[in-house]
Each structure stands twice: as C-alpha cells, then as structure tokens.
T-cell receptor, first 114, second 113 residues
C-alpha cells in the first residue's frame, strides 16, 4: 500500500531532550516536507527536500533540523525542544515538485514538550 | 506576500444539502491550487489539484473552480453526506513555481443526518 508513515504518533517529552520524528514513504517520491499545525495558524511548512541531500527551509525552520540521506526517509530532528514546539506535525511527499504534484500526507505526530 | 483565507471557518448543514466552501488568495500569480480534506486525528488527503490554466476540476460529488483574476477558488460539494464531515483546506504555492506551500486555516464542516 502506498503510504507515508510517521513515528511516533504521540510523544510527550521535556524541554531540552533531543528527539527525532521519523518519516518514510514507499512511493519513490523525490519531494518530501515537514509541516506543523497549530490552532488558529493552520499548517506551516518547516523544511522541504527536493531530493537526496537537497533540503531547504520553509516558513518556520527555527529549532528544527532535517536530513535526507535516503530517498525514502526524511527525519525531523529537534535538538533542544521547547514548549513552543508543542504541535501536530505532518510529513508529506510528492512525486516531483511540491507545488505541481499531489501531496501525500502522513498520519501526523502529536508532540507535547513540557 | 501570499495570504490564503477560508470562509466560513465552520459550517453545519443537514444531510443532502449542496454547499460551497470558499478559498481566497492575495497573489493571483499562482501555479496551481490544491484542496485537501483532514479528518480528526488524521493526516490530510488530497481531493483536487487545479492547474492555473484550468477553471475547474471534478471528482465525484466534488467540483472545484478557480478564478485567478479574482483570487478565489470554491469547492462545491453536491448532496452532502455525514461522511463528508471533516476540515477542508486549500493550499497554493507561496510564490509562482516555488516548492513552499501556504495553507488556509480551513473550514470545519459538519453534516448531520
């Protein structure tokens, strides 16, 4: 089944404890991205990747890191999480560019930083 | 700077009604526009993608139109069903042919039996 998977789905952590949220897609998509969703602010793009080893900042990249060492994986890293990073996170992928192709979203990761 | 607005923020209708959801954007120089559906606790599902050269796209009971000159898109849902209850979001590239997407804040739809 074609899908985007994220792990974990739920995470509660404390300020400053490094964490990684994994994202994997099995559709051989070149484009992958991360979003956060907050009430009243909607979905905002954090980082995106056009292909392996190619990443770029979205609208809210501060406090996040990403890497794209393999085509199928695009982990989101929070080196020192803070309470303002409490949010619902989505990973997405598309065949080529993010704006020209249909995007496929993962189920989301709900993160709480205490 | 591109801004995307969706009105209304919430909508509650009885089953069977035809309804229209609105999406407005400030910069008309868009490459395309996408409509998504989000169910509670789940990710987004792409419904329709309209290219800038198109005026509308149809999928089953859904019809999306695009009027670039006025900066508007509408999603028409025919004969609504309780299973249509979800949040509907529209998204456009932040500027022409960029990979940065900007989303509206969505319209939360409830269809009651």
């Amino acid at each position: 089944e074609a899908q985007v998977t994220q792990n974990p789905r739920y995470l509660i952590t404390v300020t400053g404890k490094k964490l990684t949220v994994t994202c994997s897609q099995n559709m051989n998509h070149e484009y992958m991205s991360w979003y956060r969703q907050d009430p009243g602010l909607g979905l905002r793009q954090i980082y995106y990747s056009m292909n392996v080893e190619v990443t770029d900042k979205g609208d809210v990249p501060e406090g996040y890191k990403v890497s794209r060492k393999e085509k199928r994986n695009f982990p989101l890293i929070l080196e020192s999480p803070s309470p303002n990073q409490t949010s619902l996170y989505f990973c997405a992928s598309s065949f080529s560019t993010g704006f020209a192709d249909t995007q496929y979203f993962g189920p989301g990761t709900r993160l709480t930083v205490l | 700077k591109q801004e995307v607005t969706q009105i209304p923020a919430a909508l509650s209708v009885p089953e069977g009604e035809n309804l229209v959801l609105n999406c407005s954007f400030t910069d008309s120089a868009i490459y395309n526009l996408q409509w998504f559906r989000q169910d509670p606790g789940k990710g987004l599902t792409s419904l329709l993608l309209i290219q800038s050269s198109q005026r509308e796209q149809t999928s089953g009971r859904l019809n999306a139109s695009l009027d670039k000159s006025s900066g508007r898109s509408t999603l028409y849902i025919a004969a609504s069903q309780p299973g249509d209850s979800a949040t509907y979001l529209c998204a456009v590239p932040r500027s022409y042919n960029t990979d940065k997407l900007i989303f509206g804040t969505g319209t939360r739809l409830q269809v009651f039996p």
